[in-house]
């Protein structure tokens, strides 16, 4: 299980934060085909699924319980952390 929370910046610039649903990952889900936000280029989308694999897999076979990781929502905001 994946515990996720999310935080982001409100028009305002306000933080909002909170704890969404938890999420169950197995190994399997790292070879299903993700949905990418619409507003990526067509030919972004390798690098977008290779860095989204390998978030998964370093979060999958990591020996922490925390892992954080930030992905530009639609619009553009946003960045790796």
Known sequence: MVDVFIQT???DGRIISG???NIKVG???LFLKAIAPP???KDALPD???DLFNVLSNA???T???WREAFTRKGGKGGNN
Do not use: H
């Open 48 to 50: 977008y699924y290779l």
């Open 64 to 66: 922490s319980n925390t």
């Open 19 to 21: 704890k969404l649903q």
């Open 39 to 41: 507003d990526i280029p």
């Open 60 to 62: 999958c076979s990591s």
């Open 27 to 29: 190994i399997e889900d």
């Open 9 to 11: 910046y409100a028009e």
